[in-house]
């Protein structure tokens, strides 16, 4: 069972000043799931966690987690300005990327951020960018073939775009020594949305063999290594919740078996997560505002793919439950759709909901994290404000939503469009 955080009465009287679509935040859940991430690595000295600013890039959520002591990771120039914006500074950013734009290296070491290579010719490319290296650089690792735990596949490293091979990787480490880089970092995501204990151990272990692998042929002890993202949420809700403190220590267990002995005890342990921080904690809500029958029983709301494209793009499950409704029966199958000229735009597929009446308020649960943030504007469709609901039960706008005057703000005028700005 899925429980929302809000209820019925409560968004009635937000939508008064704040008509839906809206994203809402959860702020205590927000901090209480980043201090059991916190609780599950202390026992790692320097272990942080680099929130994926990708995930959920509105600044009132990265400065509460600024708060709980995370840093960020970011992927681009505005995910960089905002985290300096927002008063991350030096080694609490972490520079991500890959297909870099060479001016953002310039930006990210500007900043002091740890740059994080994904490709072996970004090496010299950096360094002709910046006439030298940094003093602390991470190189991105690619082990390709398949990524298994217990003889499951959770992903195909040999197919995906990012990283370095192990051959290139080594030889980055050799590079870098050389250039006068005095501390190293390694980093690897191979596999998304996993709801497993075993994803940060299982990768874990490999690395940190590796690890010794680079010591012993290169000399460069490792100061950190980045799991980076991909611990997963249960869409479902019948899908078992990843336990963090069972995965801490499953890292833990790792850690002291194949690091200590090898005298590599001081690794620092940073992770990357994105979903993990925030799906849970944010919501889209929605109003129904149409039905129609046909040889479907569809209910249309007043949000669409825009505001939540996981469904239409993945196919991705995201549980409903209507305010007001959460025990009646779901005894009626809708498909809930919002209003894009596109026959993907569907929330849900042969959803059982309770009966549905117009102006019933919809809660897409695990819209936190890969929500607002690939957004667009298909259709002329606009972006939603986003709302965060505090600790002490008020609500607070953290992003308006975007008006028709935003969406013809970068257009070429040309007198034509003068009467709507
Ligand atoms: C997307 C991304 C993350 C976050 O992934 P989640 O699945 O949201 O945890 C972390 N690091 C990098 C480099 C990413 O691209």
């Known amino acids: 069972m899925k429980t929302p955080y809000i209820t019925l009465d409560q968004v009635k009287e937000i939508a008064k000043t704040y008509p839906t679509p809206f994203y809402l935040y959860d702020e205590k ?37 600024k708060e709980e002591g995370c840093g960020t990771d ?30 953002e290296y310039k930006v990210a070491n500007e900043l002091g951020a740890i740059i994080n290579l994904d490709d072996f010719t970004n090496i010299q490319e950096l360094k002709d960018t910046l006439g030298s290296f940094p003093e602390t650089m991470s190189l991105r690792y690619n082990p390709g073939g398949y990524f298994r735990i217990a003889n499951t596949i959770m992903d195909n490293p040999q197919d995906a775009k990012y990283g370095m091979t192990t051959a290139q990787l080594i030889e980055g480490y050799r590079i870098l020594k050389e250039g006068g880089v005095k501390h190293f970092g390694m980093h690897a995501f191979l596999a998304s949305n996993t709801v497993t204990n075993d994803y940060y151990p299982t990768l874990a272990k490999e690395l940190f063999e590796l690890a010794v692998k680079i010591k012993a042929e290169t000399g460069v002890a490792l100061d950190f290594i980045n799991l980076s993202g991909g611990v997963g949420v249960p869409y479902k809700p019948d899908q078992k919740s990843n336990d963090i403190e069972a995965i801490g220590e499953g890292v833990h267990r790792v850690f002291d078996e194949v690091l200590v002995p090898h005298g590599l005890g001081d690794i620092r342990i940073f992770t990357e997560m994105g979903r993990f921080m925030l799906a849970p904690y944010g919501a889209l809500i929605t109003k129904v505002i149409h039905f129609k029958h046909t040889y479907k029983e569809y209910a249309g709301v007043d949000a669409c793919a825009v505001n939540l494209m996981r469904p239409a793009m993945y196919g991705a499950y995201h549980h409903i439950t209507v305010l007001g ?97």
């Open 29 to 65: 859940g927000i901090r209480e799931n980043a201090r059991k991430v916190y609780k599950a690595f202390s026992w790692n000295k320097g272990f942080k966690e680099y929130f994926a600013v990708k995930a959920t890039p509105n600044p009132s959520i990265l400065r509460i987690l």
């Open 74 to 103: 970011c992927s681009s120039l505005t995910e960089l300005q905002m985290s300096d914006a927002c008063g991350f500074h030096g080694h609490d950013i972490m520079f991500s990327s890959n297909d870099t734009p060479l001016e």
């Open 325 to 421: 409704k959460e025990n009646a029966p779901c005894d009626h199958t809708y498909d809930v759709t919002g209003s894009l000229c596109e026959n993907n735009d569907k929330f849900a597929i042969d959803r059982a909901l309770p009966e549905l009446e117009k102006g019933d308020y919809l809660f897409i649960h695990d819209a936190g994290a890969h929500g607002f943030a690939m957004g667009y504007n298909y259709n002329g469709k606009l972006w939603s404000a986003e709302l965060l609901l505090r600790e002490d039960g008020s609500v607070k706008l953290i992003r308006r939503a975007e008006t028709p005057k935003d969406y013809f703000a970068t257009l070429d005028i040309d007198d034509c469009m003068k009467k709507y700005l």
